[in-house]
């Protein structure tokens, strides 16, 4: 089978491998879609500094943490699923013990490996992982859209849930890459107003297009008194920052109304803020939003269907494997938001 190697410095291998066999309680994936993520411009370069272990960033590991297929061949131990399925892969590996991964948080399991990191992922014709990670994928629902539902969606719906978003109530979202715009997408699916804000006019295109309300340039005005301006002086009842940059987490603090809500997505690992006259004062609740429990795949499918909520407009771009060194390479340059590798039919 082809396979995607990234060894760093922006090179990109394509490589032949066996086809991975599937241990006891495992399935292998034929891969149908596999989304490009910004968190693969870190293997992509070689400057990791976020996810992935050892062997992330060497050109070891095959990446893609955001597949979906159908499956090829099922474990020995494995019940209940069977040659055929369509599934979406759930990115964290845990033990599958502790008290994280029994909540359905396998992320949070002080032994979790990451698909497309830490073990093989779907940037390759097929792929290995727990049945447990093999998220069943409804009929209606396409690949390409399975692909984005996970990572993208999923991780939106859960810090949207938590946070109370819903009709009647405004959420500013900040940054319109891929996650900003799936943070739209989701916020119109609860029913709420949406404010955009970002430094890119065809970005802030985007978000009108995905159902934002009212969009922000922070380049042309101050984001924070635009915010005020739309929601009456209150400020949002939830702010979202997606870009992980202090200027943007500063602003959602400070646009989010008193007692509302903010939901740090963007990863970073250093910033000001000032706790008394942003937080503490204000009453605000302050969140981390990172991926989805695995137990509420199913009820975000049912999100996604009920309110025909356009995931695969998400996705700007679709390549074949065979093309990955561009896809890789227009990704890294913003010419394209979300990108997916997809195989034909039948391939
Ligand atoms: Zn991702
Ligand atoms: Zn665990």
């Known amino acids: 089978m082809k396979a995607v190697l990234l060894p760093g410095e922006r090179r990109v291998d394509i ?122 994928l409804p009929d209606e629902m396409s690949f390409v859209a399975g692909a984005v539902m996970t990572d993208m969606v999923g991780s939106q719906y859960h810090t949207q849930k938590v946070l109370g978003v819903r009709g009647g109530r405004t959420i500013a979202v900040f940054g319109l890459g891929p996650m900003g715009a799936a943070a739209v997408l989701v916020a119109k699916g609860f029913g709420a107003d949406v404010i955009a804000v970002d430094i890119l006019p065809e970005r802030l295109e985007l978000a009108r297009r995905l159902g934002a309300d009212t969009t922000v340039n922070p380049a042309e005005t101050d984001p924070v008194a635009a915010v005020r301006d739309a929601t009456g002086g209150r400020g949002a009842d939830v702010a979202v920052d997606c870009t992980g940059a202090p200027p943007a987490q500063n602003a959602a603090l400070d646009s989010a109304a008193k007692r509302g809500a903010v939901a740090f997505v963007g990863e970073s690992r250093a910033t000001q803020i000032n706790p008394s006259d942003q937080i503490i004062r204000k009453l605000l609740t302050v969140v981390g939003g990172w991926y989805f429990p695995l137990y509420e795949w199913n009820e975000i499918t049912r999100f996604v269907l009920s309110r025909r909520v356009p995931v695969e407009q998400l996705v700007t771009h679709t390549f074949p494997l065979d093309d990955a060194e561009n896809a890789f390479a227009m990704f890294d340059r913003r010419e394209t938001e979300k990108a997916v590798f997809v195989w034909p039919d039948g391939a």
């Open 15 to 136: 490589v032949e491998r066996d086809v991975p066999v599937p241990g006891e309680d495992e399935v292998l994936v034929k891969t149908r879609a596999s989304a490009i993520c910004r968190s693969d411009m870190g293997l992509y370069t070689g400057t990791s500094a976020i996810v992935g272990g050892e062997a992330a960033g060497k050109g070891l590991i095959v990446p893609g943490h955001e597949p979906a297929g159908m499956i090829a061949d099922v474990g020995p131990a494995v019940e209940g699923m069977a040659i055929g399925d369509r599934v979406a892969a759930y990115l964290p590996i845990g033990c599958g013990r502790c008290e994280y991964c029994r909540a359905g948080y396998m992320m949070l399991c002080t032994t979790w490996r990451c698909l497309g990191f830490d073990v093989d992922g779907g940037d390759a014709d097929y792929f290995v992982v727990p049945a447990a990670n093999a998220l069943p």
